[in-house]
């Protein structure tokens, strides 16, 4: 009994202490996304650069407080079966009426969801209201981060269906917080988009695509090379942690090719599509009226703990990971 608990403990550990540095890649992608901006709109986003940044982590914080948070940040495409991610139904209602709400919550919302949160934002930014501005704009982004995560497409989202657990805080906190800093993000300017809910399953199919090869490497590797040299441990703030070696990440990370920096930039480069075709469609509206406002003290301090709050919950509990 005391073996098992101790596995059971170790594996959540294993788990939990990836996943908490999912925030960086959230944050990293929001930040990056404010330079794709043209000039009417870039000097205000600047401006408010630090919230948008810090921010991007509220979704997931929401998950533990709000009902029916956790669904927008996935969808388990392979449960409507083969190839269903080519077949679903692009548009919400017509995906009601065809699966029924209670069936789409159940398994994930995270394409159309990222429509209806365009739309909020386009109505924030026609009203011109700075504080839902930056909230919704730090909410899109994480939605569509998450939206071009592989494993937010599928069931086996933390590899609990192939005896891979962990591999999502591996894939989307792990190799960003090792490597991240050696990519590319020139992404270009951001571009008006036609129709953003296709825009949205565009993204969710190249990541789904992906997701084959995500699994396959790390199942290849894990063989090849042995638990041994597959984990090693960290020490982290006060606690030392069982995180994937170095040399593990590596290999990992130089079999997939460029796949997680690619998909960051994809990321990147479609937040800014999507703030600017929400400017756009609410009728261009002067956003440097709005550069002057700012929280109050308060606020920002409330929301930093908030913060430190969630990231030490993290370590407490699993859940349908999300970074």
Request: one cysteine or more; proline letters at 2%; charged letters at 25%.
């Amino acid at each position: 009994m005391k073996k098992t608990v101790l596995i059971l403990l170790f594996t959540c550990i294993f788990t939990c202490s990836n996943a908490i540095w999912g925030f960086f890649a959230h944050q990293k992608i929001n930040r990056l996304a404010v330079f794709t901006l043209p000039i009417e709109m870039v000097g205000f986003y600047k401006f408010n650069i630090q919230y948008i940044t810090e921010n991007a982590v509220n979704p997931d914080k929401r998950r533990y407080a709000v009902e029916n948070e956790a669904p927008r940040h996935y969808l388990d495409a392979d449960v409507y079966g083969d190839s269903a991610v080519y077949k679903l139904p692009r548009y919400w209602n017509e995906a009601v009426e065809k699966y029924t709400e209670d069936t789409l919550q159940a398994y994930g919302i995270v394409p159309w969801h990222i429509y209806r949160v365009k739309q909020w934002l386009t109505d924030a930014m026609r009203i011109q209201d700075a504080e839902a501005i930056l909230r919704l704009s730090a909410d899109l982004g994480h939605y569509i981060g998450d939206a071009n995560v592989p494993l937010h497409t599928t069931e086996n989202y933390n590899g609990q269906l192939t005896n891979q657990h962990g591999i999502h805080g591996f894939w989307e906190s792990r190799l960003p917080e090792l490597y991240s800093n050696d990519y590319n993000y020139f992404v270009g300017n951001a571009q008006y988009i036609t129709n953003t809910q296709i825009a949205a399953w565009d993204a969710l199919i190249q990541a789904h695509e992906a997701l084959d090869s995500v699994l396959f490497f790390e199942k290849q590797l894990s063989e090849k090379m042995g638990a041994d040299k597959k984990s090693s441990f960290e020490t982290r703030g006060a606690s030392t942690v069982r995180v994937y070696s170095k040399d593990f990440s590596r290999a990992y990370h130089k079999e997939l090719d460029g796949m997680v920096e690619r998909q960051m930039t994809r990321a990147i480069k479609m937040i800014g599509d999507f703030w600017y075709t929400c400017w756009i469609d609410a009728g261009q509206p002067d956003l440097d009226q709005l550069i002057d406002f700012e929280f109050s003290d308060q606020e920002l301090q409330k929301r930093k703990q908030e913060l430190e709050e969630w990231k030490e919950k993290r370590y407490q509990a699993r859940d349908h990971e999300s970074g």
